[in-house]
């Protein structure tokens, strides 16, 4: 693909800079555009704005002014994270300018092919699974995107012989143009990011663009099990690849017999896989596939399986101590995925660690998960309506702490050999910490300290 000559001398106007923003504009200040930044943030408290400045990039800092549209640019980048009601957005879109985001310029410089995977859920843990495959095959894939790498700085140094494999968000997608990827695997759609897209049907096309430029040469990778994903795959112009944790497909990646097929051939018992939950096998079979399609074989699949106990902060097995299991996961900011988690755990007597910011909903879809919950922590905002939910499930112990640090100590007193105690909050974390991250690496030092 590489297009590092069609940047040259093209006026580029980047709204927003975090780590997304200031890569494009130092990407497209090094391949000759004639970039001008604009940045919300003022300027003595911008470190990155002041960086890009040293380099002689121009740079506009403490608002948005709409005049700045009145300069002839010819196409706008702007960050993930801005919305496109943003006014600065509205105005450029209405003067006809391309807007896009910088996984977009890393597809015009990328000379490895793309493997991208959205969905509302699974996304990081599919990512990740399917780069481990390659790298066990030996064919040094690249990782990139919305999971903490930024796809132009990483589509760079792209060779034509790996394979870039690009976790994309629905913002990400919302703002594509010809983006393609070679493999693309669109796992579930769950309402989520209704503030930024307005309504389930806008967030849904988002998602939905990851199959927008594909041909008949390409794939699709699609979650036979998701009504809506499939109706949003339906008249696509890639061969698709169906995958199904609930039915026998005769093509594609399934489960017969408790054991993963690829078409009609057996890849891996599901008893050897180690990575915990059902909802795993949906991104597991999604990973297998998209595998298998750049040409991996089942000794690299079954490397991994057997050994890849999952992402930090989502469902990572973290340690046990005196026969207890501790799982960290960190990042279930919302009630789907700690449903989830629970849900990997029906057969295990849990300790829960939950609670957090308090974003005005009630947790009662909780209440059929709790039913093997024998004790629960709770913590932050919404410690109380938590309880709530517990004591109508019938769970007779509940405990109130301080912070998820004091909640360890006093789960492990209260545990016995054989259980599990999992953090899985149901809310964000803002309340008390910067982060999940920050909030489930408090979880994992604290468990540390037992040991």
């Known amino acids: 693909m590489r297009q590092t000559t069609f940047f040259q001398q093209r006026r580029v106007l980047v709204i927003g800079l975090a780590k997304s923003g200031f890569a494009a504009a130092k990407l497209l200040h090094e391949l000759g555009a004639m970039v001008t ?9 911008n470190q990155e704005a002041q960086q890009l400045e040293q380099w002689g990039i121009r740079v506009i800092c403490g608002g948005h002014p709409l005049e700045l549209l009145d300069e002839p640019f010819d196409f706008v980048v702007k960050n993930p994270g801005i919305s496109y009601t943003n006014p600065m957005v509205k ?21 490895a092919p793309f493997i991208g995977i959205t969905g509302s859920n699974g996304k990081t843990t ?26 132009c700085e990483v589509a760079k140094g792209a060779r034509a012989d790996q394979w870039l494999v690009t976790e994309l968000s629905s913002f990400q997608l919302a703002g594509i143009r010809e983006f393609r990827p070679r493999i693309s695997v669109l796992l579930n759609i769950f309402d ?29 990778v699609v979650n036979a099990d998701d009504e809506l994903v499939m109706r949003l795959a339906e008249n696509i112009q890639a061969q698709k690849v169906l995958f199904s944790a609930t ?10 017999d408790n054991v993963v097929y690829w078409n009609d051939e057996k890849v ?4 050897d896989i180690v990575l915990p939950g059902k909802h795993n096998l949906e991104n597991i079979l999604a990973a297998v596939s998209a595998a298998k399609l750049t040409g991996a074989d089942n000794e690299a699949i079954r490397q991994v399986l057997t050994t890849f106990t999952g992402v930090k902060h989502r469902l990572q097995y973290v340690a046990t101590v005196d026969g207890r299991r501790f799982f960290n996961d960190s990042k279930a900011t919302n009630i789907l995925a700690t449903q989830k988690a629970l849900a990997a755990f029906e057969n295990d007597a849990v300790i829960l660690l939950a609670g957090g910011l308090d974003r005005g909903n009630e947790f009662d879809a909780l209440l059929p998960y709790l039913r093997n919950v024998k004790a629960i922590i709770l913590f932050g905002q919404t410690a109380p309506k938590i309880a709530r939910i517990a004591k109508q499930a019938g769970i007779e112990t509940i405990e109130y702490v301080d912070n998820v640090e004091k909640a360890v100590p006093v789960a492990y007193q209260l545990s016995k050999p054989g259980d599990v105690i999992l953090l899985s909050p149901a809310c964000a974390s803002w309340d008390q910490y910067k982060t999940f991250e920050q909030r489930g690496d408090i979880f994992i030092n604290a468990v540390h300290k037992l040991k």
């Open 268 to 271: 891996i018992a599901v008893s």
């Open 126 to 151: 599919t990512t990740t699974l399917i780069y481990e495959i390659l790298q066990a095959g030996g064919k040094q894939p690249l990782l990139a995107g919305n999971i903490g790498l930024v796809a």
């Open 37 to 45: 930044i604009n940045d919300r943030k003022p300027f003595e408290e």
């Open 91 to 111: 105005k450029a879109i209405e003067k006809g300018l391309p807007v896009v985001t910088e996984v977009e310029l890393a597809y015009h410089i990328s000379e």
């Open 192 to 220: 989520a990011h209704l503030d930024y897209h307005g309504t389930k049907e806008a967030y849904a096309q988002a998602k939905a663009n990851i199959f927008k430029n594909q041909t008949k040469e390409d794939y699709a």
């Open 247 to 256: 039915k026998v497909l005769g093509q594609g990646a399934y489960i017969k």
